[in-house]
């Protein structure tokens, strides 16, 4: 079981930039793909961003691609997102999660693929 603490967040005017951190503890941190989503309020959580457990393959929503990067560091038991050029609509809660899965070859984009949530982080973006 992995276990995430996001971390972040804050209050940013549109068009710039914040950089979420994603920190795991647990022996297989390694091992999986990690997510990240966000909820705004009203709304259903949606996938951002996800990179497979080794690093090499990416998947964005494509309301984020070109502004937003997901990078990993496993020795450092930490999974990034990069976020630039931010909107008002990017506005939400953001979640990390561990894919069920270890070793998927693909990045998963659905809920249902995820388990381990961290509490979340908030990003707020004033226009």
């Known amino acids: 079981q992995v276990q995430f603490v996001e971390s972040g967040g804050g209050l940013v005017q549109a068009g710039g930039s914040l950089r979420l951190s994603c920190a795991a503890s647990?022996?297989?941190?390694?091992?999986?793909?990690v997510g990240w989503f966000r909820q705004a309020p009203g709304k259903e959580r949606e996938f951002v961003a996800a990179?497979?457990?080794?690093?090499?393959?990416?998947d964005y929503a494509d309301s984020v691609k070109g502004r937003f990067a997901i990078s990993r560091d496993n020795a450092k038991d930490t999974v990034y997102l990069q976020m630039n050029s931010l909107k008002p609509e990017d506005t939400a809660v953001y979640y990390c999660?561990?894919?069920?899965?270890?070793?998927?070859?693909?990045?998963?984009?659905?809920?249902?693929?995820?388990?381990?949530w961290g509490q979340g982080t908030q990003v707020t973006v004033s226009s």
């Open positions: 999660a561990a894919d069920s899965v270890a070793y998927r070859r693909y990045a998963a984009s659905h809920l249902h693929d995820y388990d381990s």
């Open positions: 647990g022996r297989t941190f390694s091992w999986h793909a």
């Open positions: 990179i497979i457990w080794g690093g090499g393959t990416t």
